[in-house]
């Protein structure tokens, strides 16, 4: 068979990978023709592959499960959930800080059950190249769940909820950016912090603390 008629062929390509950690990894791929003249390249692709959690999109590990409790810990439970390596380490600091929230075992099992809901939500909802929780957006519907209604316009979009105060607690603005590089194109939303914001946020992380979420 001729070089020609080979290179026309579907081929198919296999790769051994050696473990990865989580993340964005992009791989590249060139086929090339020898000749006399030497090594020609005809074809090029890049593919971008995500590597999450073994139980993606809901949190597994207690690990995960810390990390992802991070909007309604203080700064020094936050620092105690990341000094804890081992998996008892990490367990003891989660029921701990559950425990706390709920005052008893029952209200604190259902302040799980429904805060990690959200979590594996905001994960199918808003991941791109980093966990739906980490985003602006994923922040937000951890805390206070999916908005009575959205509005999207050009480059913002609006989360209204029906909260009893001001208006400015009842909407939530995004900024829609895009970034491009590499090969990969990422639609983003970012939160406009406005005045008064952090006042509210902390109203609504209490409620959690309290047992009372939104």
């Excluded at 081929?11 to 060139?30: E, I, N, S, V």
């Excluded at 700064?75 to 029921?95: G, I, L, V």
């Excluded at 990422?186 to 509210?200: K, S, T, W």
Aim: hydrophobic share 40%; with cysteine.
């Amino acid at each position: 068979m001729s070089e020609a008629a080979a290179a026309e062929r579907d081929q198919t390509l296999r790769y051994r990978l050696p473990p990865l950690r989580k993340g964005l990894y992009r791989f590249d791929a060139a086929a090339t023709v020898k000749s006399a003249a030497g090594a020609d390249t005809f074809l090029t692709a890049s593919r971008f592959y995500s590597v999450r959690g073994p139980g993606f999109p809901r949190p597994v590990t207690y690990a995960e499960m810390l990390a992802a409790a991070t909007y309604l810990a203080t700064h020094e439970e936050a620092a105690e959930f990341r000094d804890a390596k081992t998996p008892a380490e990490q367990r003891k600091e989660f029921e701990a800080f559950w425990l706390r929230c709920g005052g008893d075992q029952e209200k604190a099992a259902a302040l799980i059950q429904k805060y990690y809901a959200r979590v594996e939500e905001a994960n199918r909802l808003f991941t791109t190249t980093r966990e739906g929780w980490k985003t602006d957006r994923g922040m937000l519907y951890c805390v206070l769940g999916p908005p009575a209604d959205m509005l999207n316009h050009l480059d913002t979009q609006t989360w209204y909820y029906d909260l009893a105060g001001s208006a400015q607690d009842n909407a939530f603005m995004f900024k829609r950016i895009v970034r491009e590089g590499d090969g990969l194109t990422v639609e983003d939303y970012f939160l406009y912090r406005l005045a008064g914001i952090e006042n509210f946020w902390t109203r609504m992380v209490a409620r959690w603390r309290s047992g009372e979420p939104l």
